[in-house]
């Protein structure tokens, strides 16, 4: 077997001059015969040979997040990719659209109608628009099938929003495709996490479904594959929002399955390194994994062999740079159709990069976020997570289109009196949660400043009252006495790992009347034209 990529890269991990890697290098060499530096620029020629042999190619994308630059290069990179090879297959792994902006949720469905790709599947964030409800909305505009396998009605619950786009076939858990002679099959997985990367709002929404546990999944997923070879299939791909960690256990533990093309975990898989994104199923049979990252950064292109049984005999898998590619004038031309031209807010004095979402530092984006979750709640506290912020904020004039990609969530704020031990036990949870969970970082703040300890607790909390007055907190033995108006967005008070002392619903004083992306764009508005400059300011030291 040819791999692209080579296993010299087992060096990079490690792994080559280790058990498993001699194993698996050994492994393959033996099961077919070849050399692992076998030059692959001449073995793709055709879609299909005469001996039997079967050429696809696929080009994929995912985590796009709602960003419309980033669909409108990846159009781009679509159309000369087709153009090159018109057998080729596409494939969006979740996450295209986020947020509650309903009207660019549907802008984004149209584009991917003018992509047309051979699978998709849906990620958490489709569902961040109502649940169940807001998804069916949008896929009532879809000209392609959606697949989503682990997704099932809950039987408690009467009605459900999905049924009409199951009966109309375009929700499905799988499909099979025909070219040239040859059947494909596809099968879709969402997120088994799903509910708990989602908002409380979102949750509510979502009563009438219910995602399929590990077990579950794989259990129903080999089931998925019996029947598609049962009719013929013997080329069969995932479309996974899995993350990596549920891709590899997938392709060692599932039979059948030649390639998951995977999203979630953000993971950047360029070449085919074994035991990295290239495993034998249980029956022995190659299983290539893909990702490509987040947020339109980049995508991928791979081309793989089968034999006459449907088995890969030669791979080759590329991460591609998106960025440097033009604009599809088709995607911009829908873009202003449906939202309108952009409108420019202010203007911002220099480039501002966004921060991972798991870190425990400042994010001068998200203490601006957090300055005008202030200003426009009136709490004393405000609160939030880094991972509501998707983008940088280059220098130069702002328009509205780029804050919605920026932050493409419009989660609702509300306004919650807190303890003083509430207020710390949030903090304390979110730094928890980064070692715990390699989830949600420094909580974000307006109103505060405060320093985590070499002993991964916060100190030195200082309230900052609007009358340059302030008040140190007790960190240490924090008051469930004293109360504060803490205002924070709807993703937060969902209580993920480490926040769940902010899901309190029946603590909350006041619904904003604005969400958190208009707080965000009046609060740029609000300077007149006057050049904004956005920068760390202290609010938030680490110890060392």
Not at 282 to 305: D, F, M
Not at 313 to 326: G, R, T, V, W, Y
Not at 412 to 437: M, P, T
Request: hydrophobic share 35%; net charge neutral; with cysteine.
């Amino acid at each position: 077997m040819f791999i692209n990529n080579n296993f010299s890269k087992l060096d990079r991990y490690g792994l080559k001059n280790t058990s498993f890697g001699q194993s698996y290098f050994t492994e393959l060499q033996n099961k077919y015969n070849v050399q692992a530096n076998q030059s692959s620029k001449d073995s793709f020629s055709n879609s299909s040979k005469s001996d039997g042999e079967v050429v696809s190619r696929d080009i994929y994308g995912n985590d796009f997040h709602g960003h419309l630059k980033a669909f409108r290069k990846f159009k781009t990179a679509v159309d000369r990719f087709r153009a090159q090879h018109p057998d080729a297959q596409v494939f969006i792994s979740g996450d295209s659209w986020v947020g509650a902006f309903e009207k660019k949720n549907e802008a984004i469905m149209r584009i991917q109608n003018l992509i047309q790709p051979d699978g998709y599947v849906l990620g958490n964030h489709e569902f961040d628009n109502k649940g169940s409800q807001g998804v069916s909305k949008i896929l009532d505009l879809a000209t392609f099938t959606t697949l989503a396998m682990n997704i099932k009605k809950n039987d408690s619950v009467a009605s459900y929003a999905l049924q009409d786009d199951v009966d109309a076939g375009r929700l499905a858990s799988s499909k099979i495709v025909e070219r040239n002679g040859q059947k494909f099959g596809y099968i879709g997985l969402v997120p088994i996490d799903l509910l708990s990367r989602v908002s409380q709002q979102t949750k509510d929404y979502t009563k009438d479904m219910h995602v399929m546990d590990v077990e579950e999944t794989k259990k129903a997923l080999q089931a998925e594959v019996d029947k598609l070879e049962s009719q013929g299939v013997n080329k069969i791909t995932l479309v996974s929002h899995l993350g990596i960690d549920a891709d590899r256990l997938i392709a060692q533990n599932v039979s059948g399955i030649d390639i998951i093309h995977g999203s979630h975990s953000h993971d950047v898989l360029d070449g085919i390194v074994p035991g990295k994104n290239f495993f034998m199923s249980k029956r022995g049979e190659p299983v290539l994994i893909t990702q490509a990252g987040k947020n339109g950064h980049k995508y991928g292109v791979s081309t793989v062999v089968y034999d006459k049984d449907g088995k890969i005999i030669k791979a080759q898998n590329e991460i591609k740079d998106l960025e440097s590619l033009p604009e599809s004038l088709a995607v911009k031309t829908m873009e202003n159709v449906y939202l309108g031209q952009p409108e420019v807010i202010g203007e911002i004095a220099h480039e501002v990069k966004s921060k991972p979402e798991t870190v425990l530092e400042e994010s001068p984006l998200s203490s601006f976020l957090s300055d005008a979750y202030l200003k426009f709640s009136g709490a004393d506290i405000a609160l939030n997570n880094m991972g509501g912020i998707r983008a940088s904020l280059p220098a130069g004039p702002v328009t509205d289109r780029d804050i919605i990609d920026l932050m493409p969530f419009y989660n609702d704020v509300h306004v919650y009196k807190l303890s003083e031990k509430d207020v710390i036990d949030a903090l304390n949870g979110a730094v928890q949660a980064l070692r715990k969970y390699h989830r949600t970082g420094a909580l974000q703040v307006a109103g505060l400043r405060y320093t985590i300890g070499k002993d991964d607790k916060v100190k030195d909390v200082i309230l900052l009252r609007k009358d340059g007055t302030q008040e140190k907190l007790n960190s240490q033995n924090p008051s469930t006495d004293k109360f504060f108006n803490v205002a924070y967005n709807t993703f937060v008070a969902g209580g993920t790992e480490g926040l769940e002392v902010l899901h309190a619903p029946e603590k909350i004083v006041k619904k904003c009347d604005l969400t958190e992306t208009q707080m965000f764009v009046d609060y740029i508005k609000s300077f007149n034209g006057k050049p904004i400059s956005i920068k760390e300011d202290g609010r938030i030291k680490q110890e060392v």
